[in-house]
Antibody
Framework: QLQLQESGPGLVKASETLSLTCSVSGGSIIGNKFYWGWIRQPPGKGLEWIAS????????FYNPSLKSRVTISFDTSNNQFSLRLTSVTAADTALYYC???????????????WGQGALVTVSS | QSVLTQPPSASGTPGQRVTISCSGS????????VNWYQQLPGTAPRLLIYTTDRRPSGVPDRFSGSKSGTSASLAISDLQSEDEADYYCASWDDNLYGHVFGPGTKVTVL
């Protein structure tokens, strides 16, 4: 069974960089047709997609509203992928989820496996 | 402001059927698959319906999805107390070139 787990600092100062890692177990992030992505949810609010990346194709997609501040990358030796969000403000305070994205055979694309989420608070 | 529109709330008594709508445009719902996610209180979202009308393994057949034009729907039949959750529709948007989520609908079992 595929499992994803987010990790990283729970508190980040305004104007600094938010960094999170997603550790994947029960399956490899390489050698398959999946994308791997990040979604966030501000407290009490809805879901917002951040970015998705494929290790196999190298293609990436970013939310236009966040693209200038976001970097998503892989650490294949540890079966992990990461998110960096620069110049954070209070508006970036949210629960950050990593997820697997399946688009194979015309399905979705949808997020079929999710981590439990990591709360990141931006302090002033 | 979400690209997709959902009612903020829906409710029903146990055993009833509840329907949640998701309205979009030709760049998303009208031209792409729709997915639905269920988020139980304090938990991560769970894929409920994918590719508009398919259920992942383990999802009861009480849940069903459909689409017509630029609108999609999630139906929950035989409503049960454990169905109390937030439900989000999502789709790919060809103009934004990314995923878009609806604002979510809170389902209450009376």
């Amino acid at each position: 069974q595929l499992q994803l787990q987010e990790s990283g600092p729970g508190l980040v100062k305004a104007s600094e960089t938010l960094s999170l890692t997603c550790s994947v177990s029960g399956g490899s992030i390489i050698g398959n047709k999946f994308y791997w992505g990040w979604i966030r949810q501000p407290p009490g609010k809805g879901l917002e997609w951040i970015a998705s990346l494929s290790k196999t194709t190298g293609r990436s997609f970013y939310n236009p509203s966040l693209k200038s501040r976001v970097t998503i990358s892989f650490d294949t030796s540890n079966n992990q992928f990461s998110l960096r969000l620069t110049s954070v403000t209070a508006a970036d305070t949210a629960l950050y989820y990593c997820a697997r994205e399946d688009y194979y055979n015309g399905r979705g694309p949808d997020f079929d496996y999710w981590g439990q989420g990591a709360l990141v608070t931006v302090s002033s | 402001q979400s690209v997709l529109t959902q009612p903020p709330s829906a409710s029903g008594t146990p055993g009833q059927r509840v329907t949640i709508s998701c309205s979009g445009s030709n760049s998303n719902v009208g031209n792409n698959n729709v997915n639905w996610y269920q988020q139980l209180p304090g938990t991560a979202p769970r894929l409920l319906i994918y590719t508009t009308d398919r259920r992942p393994s383990g999802v009861p057949d009480r849940f069903s999805g459909s689409k017509s034009g630029t609108s999609a729907s999630l139906a929950i039949s035989d409503l049960q107390s454990e169905d109390e959750a937030d439900y989000y529709c999502a789709s790919w948007d060809d103009n934004l070139y990314g995923h878009v989520f609806g604002p979510g609908t809170k389902v209450t079992v009376l």
